[in-house]
C-alpha cells in the first residue's frame, strides 16, 4: 500500500511572529567596555545597535514571545501544533533540546519536539525544508523558531567579535491549508571542509569544558576568519538565490524582495550585486538588530510584512549562511 503523501509544494506559511528584548546596546555603549568606537563597528558592519535579553530572560522565553505572535497571527491555538523544530545554538540547557521545554510552556499536545543546533545562521531556512517534508508526509502544522540569545555566551572582550551580535526570536507556522505564502522550494548545502573559518570549539567532545576552560574563556572563543567567511558567505548566499528560483523556473526580475542573513552590511552588498538584484529589492535591518544568527531571517520576514514590504503576489527569497559551512535558501509565493 502506498505511503500517502501531498503534492510538493503544498507548505504554506500560515502565521508569522518575532520578538527582540527591550534593551538597547548601542556603538558607543559598547566603546566604554572594549577598545573600539561607533565609526570602527559602523564602517565594518554597517551595526548601529543590538538588543540584549533582560537578565530574567533566556532563549525559552524569546522563542515563546515569538511562537505565540506567530500562532495569534495564524488564528490558531497551541493545541494545533503538531510538531515543533527550534533552530539555535544557544539553547535553553545543555540537555534537553530548547523544544522540549517550548512545547511544555505553550501548551501543545505531546507532539514531537527537537533542535536544530549547530547549524549557525542558516538554521532557520534548513528547518524550513525538513518542516515542508513533514508536512508533505504527515499533514501536520509545524511551528519553526530561529532564536538566539548570543549576548549571554560570547566574549564581552573580544571586540572584533562581541560588536557583532544582537538576541531575538522569529517564528512561522507552516501547514497545508490556505495561508499566507507558499513555500515554493528550498535549497541547501554544506561544505564540511570550511568547518574551521568559523568555530566555538570548547565544549564538545575535542574540548570538554572544564575548570581550565572556563579560566582561559575558551568556552567564549568564537573563531573566525573573517576574510574566508565574507568569501563564502557571498557566493553561497547569492548561489542559493540563483539555484532556488532555478528550480522553480524564475529569475531574480521575478523578486520583489530578498531577505538574506543579517550578518554584515558589507555582506549583504555584495550578495546583492552578484545576484544581480538593486538594493531597494533587499531587506536590512542589520543596523539595528546586528546578526541574530537563526533568528536573522525569520525576524526580517516579520519586519517585512509588518512594515507593508510585501505584498499579495510577491515572490520574496530567503537566504543565509552559517558554521559548518552550512547554507539555505527559500522562495515564498505571497
Known amino acids: ?9 503544498m507548505a504554506r506559511i500560515l502565521g508569522i511572529g518575532g520578538y527582540v528584548p527591550d534593551k538597547v546596546m548601542t556603538n558607543d555603549d559598547w566603546a566604554a567596555i572594549v577598545d573600539t568606537t561607533d565609526e570602527w563597528i559602523t564602517t565594518r558592519t554597517g551595526i548601529k545597535e543590538r ?30 501544533v503538531g510538531e515543533i523544530i527550534v533552530a ?41 525544508d525538513i518542516a515542508r517534508s513533514r508536512i508533505a508526509f504527515a499533514d501536520r502544522k509545524v511551528l519553526v523558531i530561529g532564536v538566539e540569545l548570543i549576548s549571554r555566551l560570547i566574549s564581552w572582550q573580544e571586540r572584533e567579535t562581541c560588536v557583532l551580535f544582537g538576541d531575538g526570536a522569529g517564528a512561522v507556522v507552516l501547514g497545508s491549508g490556505a495561508g499566507q505564502a507558499e513555500l515554493l522550494d528550498v535549497v541547501a548545502g554544506t561544505d564540511g571542509s570550511k568547518t574551521d573559518i568559523l568555530t566555538l570549539v570548547a565544549g564538545g567532545t575535542r574540548m570538554p569544558f572544564t575548570i581550565e576552560t572556563a579560566r582561559s574563556g575558551a568556552h567564549q572563543h568564537l573563531e573566525m576568519n573573517g576574510r574566508e567567511v565574507f568569501k563564502q ?74 512594515a507593508n514590504r510585501i505584498a499579495e503576489g510577491d515572490l520574496v527569497v530567503l537566504t543565509a549562511f552559517g558554521a559548518g559551512f552550512h547554507w539555505a535558501a527559500a522562495a515564498l509565493q505571497f
Open 88 to 128: 539555535t545554538d544557544t539553547p535553553e540547557v545543555y540537555m534537553p533540546d530548547t523544544a522540549s521545554f517550548l512545547q511544555h510552556r505553550l501548551g501543545c499536545d505531546t507532539v514531537p519536539a527537537y533542535d536544530l543546533g549547530g547549524s549557525g545562521c542558516a538554521g532557520f531556512v534548513q528547518a524550513l
Open 1 to 9: 500500500m502506498m505511503s500517502r503523501r501531498l503534492e510538493v509544494g
Open 233 to 306: 558567505a557571498v557566493h553561497r548566499m547569492s548561489g542559493g538565490v540563483d539555484d532556488v528560483l532555478s528550480r522553480i523556473g524564475r529569475t531574480i526580475d521575478d523578486v520583489a524582495l530578498v531577505i538574506p542573513h543579517q550578518a554584515n552590511k558589507r555582506i549583504i552588498d555584495a550578495v546583492a550585486k552578484k545576484a544581480g538584484i538593486e538594493l531597494d529589492r533587499v531587506f536590512v535591518n542589520v543596523q539595528s538588530f546586528g546578526n541574530t544568527g537563526s533568528a536573522s531571517v525569520p525576524l526580517g520576514l516579520w519586519q517585512a510584512r509588518e
Open 51 to 80: 538588543r540584549f535579553a533582560a537578565e530574567d530572560e533566556s532563549t525559552l522565553d524569546l522563542c515563546v514571545h515569538a511562537a505565540e505572535r506567530a500562532l495569534a497571527d495564524a488564528g490558531l491555538a497551541a493545541t494545533d
